[in-house]
């Protein structure tokens, strides 16, 4: 088992460009999330879905984010533009949703840096 | 509204000594919580969890947790701390009433095991 793959484990981009984050879950979960991890808020989660479906994004801090699960193993969480504000370590996790016994398993995550 | 609160941003304990790290939660419906590790540029690690049965719990790497529904309370212990240990922790209740897809999390412990 390969776990949660996520891509790249680092990024650095300048201000106002466009940054594609990526994910491949276990295969089997049906359940992925993206969170946002900083010093200062601790871990966000930011979206989630269930069967390639958005459940709920409410954790998307603003319309510069934007998340997509075109199949059941692939995800991205795009932010255009960037702004220095968005700098965070960004990890994905998927579980299989069969009710309260399913953990979540993380990917080892994205460091974002926008300068 | 569901929460998870740990009291202590960090832990200090000396090698071969016993480690508890605190956790509270709040929840409408039964509590569904979980203990994960974080090691430095990782993801979050799974534990341990506890869904229904026994107070105790027995994880990963010699780690245990005791439910105390009174108290509402899942401390996370281990009898003889190792220098290994030191890591961030997490402690997360899952959502009932989100069909289980929602985890809260606490901001984390640090546990600092020094020889």
């Known amino acids: 088992d390969a776990g949660v793959i996520q891509s790249p484990r680092h990024e650095v981009t300048e201000m106002g460009q466009e940054v594609t984050l990526r994910c491949k879950p276990i295969s089997g979960h049906n359940s992925l999330f993206w969170y946002r991890q900083t010093m200062m808020r601790g871990l966000e989660l930011l979206i989630y879905f269930n069967n390639n479906v958005p459940i709920d994004d409410s954790g998307m801090p603003e319309d510069r984010f934007s998340a997509k699960m075109p199949n059941a193993s692939f995800s991205t969480l795009k932010i255009q533009p960037s702004e220095p504000r968005d700098s965070a370590v960004y990890f994905c996790?998927?579980?299989?949703?069969?009710?309260?016994?399913?953990?979540?398993?993380f990917g080892n995550g994205t460091r974002l840096t926008v300068t | 509204a569901q929460s998870v609160a740990q009291p202590e941003d960090q832990v200090n304990v000396a090698e071969g000594n016993p480690l508890t790290v605190k956790c509270t939660y709040s929840?409408?419906?039964?509590?569904?919580l979980f203990w994960y590790v974080q090691y430095p540029n990782r993801g979050l690690q799974f534990l341990l969890k506890y869904i229904t049965g026994d107070n105790l719990v027995k994880g990963s790497y010699g780690f245990e947790a005791e439910f105390n529904k009174s108290q509402t309370s899942f401390h996370l212990k281990k009898p003889s701390a190792l220098v290994s240990d030191s890591a961030l922790y997490f402690c997360a209740v899952r959502d009932e009433e989100n069909n289980f897809n929602k985890f809260y999390f606490g901001s984390g412990t640090k546990l600092n095991v020094k020889p």
């Open positions: 929840v409408s419906g039964n509590p569904y």
């Open positions: 996790a998927s579980s299989l949703d069969r009710g309260p016994n399913s953990p979540l398993h």
